[in-house]
């Protein structure tokens, strides 16, 4: 790392030796993780420190050992998982919203925990939050971005929270039966059955929410419903907490069916990534289409999630930016191919 001037400095209060060891970690851990991401240098005697490198990056860095510094008089462990999550709002104004006590932002996003049978859930982020808050306060909404960003767990999370509070009577968990790849027509089983494999991560939320046998018992009963969107065809679902999975691989007619199908006392929650359609080619995506069609209903929400948001291995955050670029650069290549015929051949 190259020599850096003087940036920022901060001193954190109270100075405590317990909480300032959780906090640079073993060996100062966290503080070289924070310092590689953000390409500074920190230096620290007891609880003053300075950042070198620049301005933007060195006042973000002080934020966060800020924000991170409050957290530790609640936890006893930061982990290197958590401060990666943290560094992932590192230098925007999110991350000064939290760090901040008394800003306005940071009032109006506040914790929010989401209390299930086994576990609490925590949003992750302001736009996490703000995906919850959304989901707690309005009939339809969706949630759209990559892989990775909770937006299909969270919602998960919101509809068991809202079956244990007796807001709603049941769950449905749909998910359009497109292959991905793979072909349906080789899977042993009925339609329902086939489709069964694919909302695995459903399940496995469900089961960390509740328990095997509590599910179980639920599914039994119908009070957990998992199906193929075709069987939603018909259907009214009242008091029905529902989501929609995959929905980038519904088609505009499948859309707007499974969005008519919500009846009173419904919440429905509609998460899916547009860059990821299986549908055969020239077929259009509901997904991308209800983006145009519903953008500003009232009563609608849409979270839109990037590769900022991704809570997984800090390796998926880099894959989905790279995508993101090289699909820029194919899109400016087709544009310049499909050009002027007069300036081209000039």
Known sequence: ??????????????????????????????LRQIEQRLDIEIRNRGNEFAFYGEPESAR?????????????????????????????QSG???????????????????????????????????????????????DINFGIGPAGTGKTYLAVACAVEALLKDEVERILLVRPAVEAGEKLGFL??????KVDPYLRPLYDALYEMLGFETVGKLIERNVIEVAPLAYMRGRTLNNAFVILDESQNTTREQMKMFLTRIGFGSTAVITGDPSQVDLPRG????????IEVLGKVNGISFTHFGAKDVVRHPLVQRIVEAYDVHEAE??????????????NAA
Do not use: W
């Open 188 to 193: 042993p089983g009925d339609l329902s059955q």
């Open 92 to 138: 925007v104004e999110e991350l000064r919203q939290q760090a901040s006590p008394d800003s306005d932002a940071g009032e109006s996003e506040q914790v929010v925990l989401i209390r299930t049978k086994k576990c609490s859930v925590r949003p992750r982020g302001l736009n996490q939050r703000r995906y919850v808050r959304s989901v707690q306060t309005n």
């Open 1 to 30: 790392m190259e020599t850096h001037t003087l940036a920022h400095s901060i001193t954190l209060e109270p100075n405590d030796a317990r909480r300032l060891a959780n906090l640079c970690g073993q060996f100062d851990q966290h």
């Open 60 to 88: 973000a860095a002080g934020e966060l050992l800020s924000f991170l510094y409050r957290e530790t008089d609640s936890r006893d462990h930061l982990t290197p998982e958590e401060i990666h999550l943290a560094l992932q």
């Open 330 to 343: 194919r899109e400016a290549r087709a544009g310049q191919v499909t050009g002027n015929p007069g300036e």
């Open 283 to 290: 077929q259009a995506s509901g997904l991308r289409h209800a």
